[in-house]
């Protein structure tokens, strides 16, 4: 039987293609044994040192949802925040709703949560997070980031990506989890990439969680 595997999932909730390969990791645990540990990171960290914001006018705003996820997994744990950002990436990419509280009721949480949005009292904690995932991938990257979990003491390698968009399902989903596995395992690999074609195509995005 194969090892049963845990990965580690950065993500921010605003980015589109983040949450279509995350609707494709969910597909994974359906066809092959691994479990997803969601953790945060923040677009808003990622650029504050540029001088443009690639995101525009509306950058400072998109620490709100992230701000709300870190509320959810300090006060509720891991499987509340994959509810979450289920609900969230729900309501903003497939029905350009920005109604925090209404995710929340969606995902069976407090609609007092929603108050973490405009406070600062988590952002030292998405930072460290940030952190983490900019330290095993690099800091010339995006959302998401990837990361096997590696017994202690051995080297642990992250990865951006990958971004797939629609989000394969079934067993293709499972073959493109095979093929990331076979990249990680190769220590000299470290990029491919081809150019985008098209905007995100949410059509075969699987909103449950």
């Not at 997994?73 to 109604?99: I, K, N, P, V």
């Not at 989890?177 to 195509?201: C, N, S």
Request: proline content about 8%.
């Amino acid at each position: 039987m194969p090892e049963r595997r845990v990965v580690d999932f950065w993500f921010d909730p605003v980015c589109p293609y983040t949450w279509i390969t995350s609707r494709w990791l969910l597909e994974v645990t359906e066809v092959r044994p691994v479990d997803i540990r969601w953790r945060l990171m923040s677009l808003s960290v990622l650029n504050e040192h540029l001088e443009v914001n690639p995101e525009g006018d509306w950058g400072e705003y998109m620490w709100a949802p992230v701000r709300v996820c870190a509320a959810v997994e300090e006060r509720f744990g891991q499987r509340a925040l994959g509810a979450l950002f289920t609900t969230l990436g729900t309501r903003f990419h497939l029905l350009s709703d920005w109604d925090f509280a209404a995710a929340l009721t969606d995902a069976g949480l407090p609609g007092d949560l929603v108050e973490a949005a405009g406070s600062t009292a988590y952002d030292t904690a998405i930072r460290a997070s940030h952190a983490e995932a900019v330290a095993l991938a690099g800091d010339d990257i995006g959302t998401p980031v990837m990361a096997l979990e590696t017994p202690p003491g051995e080297p642990r390698t992250g990865f951006f990506g990958p971004v797939v968009s629609p989000a394969p399902t079934g067993e293709t989903a499972g073959r493109l989890w095979d093929g990331v596995l076979h990249l990680m395992a190769v220590p000299g690999f470290y990029e491919i990439k081809r150019p985008r074609t098209e905007e995100p195509r949410f059509d075969m995005a699987r909103a449950s969680t």
